[in-house]
C-alpha cells in the first residue's frame, strides 16, 4: 500500500533558526516528490518537485532533498521567516501505467515565533 | 493569468441538505482534481476528472460526486450532508491527467455541515 508518511506532526521554532522536515514514502513505481506549503485556509502551493534522478532542488530559502534508495525525502528551511508559518505538505507520484496516483502525507505544522 | 478559482468560499448548510461547489480551472488545464481537508486526516483524493470523464477516483461513498464541462470546469455535489463532511474541499488543476505537469490548487471552498 502506498504511504507518505511526514515528520514532525508540528514543530515550533525561532524566527532566523532552520529547520528540516522529514518525509517517508512507499509509493511505487515512484515518478516524482512534491514539497507544497498550505497557509491556514487557503490551498497549497508547490515548492519543489524532484525526479528520480535528481536529489536536491532549491527554491529560495527551501533546499528539498531526495534519497529514492532510503525512500526519504527531507525540506530544509534556512533563516525562518513568520511568514514561513503554515502546513508542508509531501506529496509522491506513483507511475500508473495510464495516469500518476498521487498520495499525500499529513503535513508538518510549522509555526515560527518571534 | 489566473488561478483555480473556487465558489463560493465560505458555506454553512444543515444535516440532510445536499451542496454543490463549483471549481474553474487554469485556462489551458484540462485535468481537475477535488480533494477533502479535515485537521485530523490531511488531505484526501475524491475524484479526477480528464476531458469530461471521472479517470480516478478515492475512497469515498457515494454521496459524493463531480462532474467535468466541456470548458473544463468542474462542480463536485455532496448529498445528504452529515457532520462529518465539514471540511475544506480544495479543488487543484493541471495540464493533463496526472501531476508530471505539476497541479495548482485553488484556495478552498470551507464547509460547514450544523
Known amino acids: 500500500k502506498n504511504q507518505v508518511e511526514q515528520s514532525p506532526q508540528s514543530l515550533i521554532i525561532l524566527e532566523g533558526k532552520n529547520c528540516t522536515l522529514q518525509?517517508?514514502?512507499?509509493?511505487?513505481?515512484?515518478?516524482?516528490l512534491r514539497w507544497y506549503k498550505q497557509d491556514t485556509g487557503r490551498g497549497p502551493v508547490s515548492l519543489t518537485i524532484?525526479?528520480?534522478?535528481?536529489n536536491t532542488k532549491s527554491n529560495g530559502r527551501y533546499t528539498a532533498t531526495l534519497d529514492a534508495d532510503t525512500k526519504q525525502s527531507s525540506l530544509h528551511i534556512t533563516a525562518s521567516q513568520l511568514s514561513d508559518s503554515a502546513s508542508y505538505i509531501c506529496?509522491?507520484?506513483?507511475?500508473?501505467?495510464?495516469?500518476?496516483?498521487?498520495?499525500f502525507g499529513t503535513g508538518t505544522k510549522l509555526q515560527v515565533i518571534p | 493569468k489566473a488561478g483555480v478559482t473556487q465558489t463560493p468560499r465560505y458555506l454553512i448548510k444543515t444535516r440532510g441538505q445536499q451542496v454543490t461547489l463549483s471549481c474553474s480551472p487554469i485556462?489551458?488545464?484540462?485535468?481537475v482534481s477535488w480533494y477533502q481537508q479535515t485537521p485530523g486526516q490531511g488531505l484526501q483524493f475524491l475524484f479526477e476528472?480528464?476531458?469530461?470523464?471521472?479517470?480516478n477516483k478515492g475512497n469515498f461513498p457515494g454521496r459524493f460526486s463531480g462532474r467535468q464541462f466541456s470548458n473544463s470546469r468542474s462542480e463536485m455535489n455532496v448529498s445528504t450532508l452529515e457532520l462529518g463532511d465539514s471540511a475544506l474541499y480544495l479543488c487543484?488543476?493541471?495540464?493533463?491527467?496526472?501531476?508530471?505537469?505539476?497541479?495548482?490548487f485553488g484556495s478552498g471552498t470551507r464547509l460547514t455541515v450544523v
Open positions: 487543484a488543476s493541471s495540464l493533463a491527467l496526472g501531476t508530471p505537469y505539476g497541479y495548482t
Open positions: 518525509c517517508n514514502y512507499t509509493v511505487s513505481p515512484f515518478s516524482n
Open positions: 524532484m525526479t528520480f534522478s535528481e
Open positions: 506529496v509522491v507520484s506513483a507511475d500508473l501505467t495510464s495516469y500518476q496516483k498521487v498520495t
Open positions: 485556462s489551458g488545464h484540462r485535468s
Open positions: 476528472y480528464f476531458s469530461e470523464t471521472q479517470r
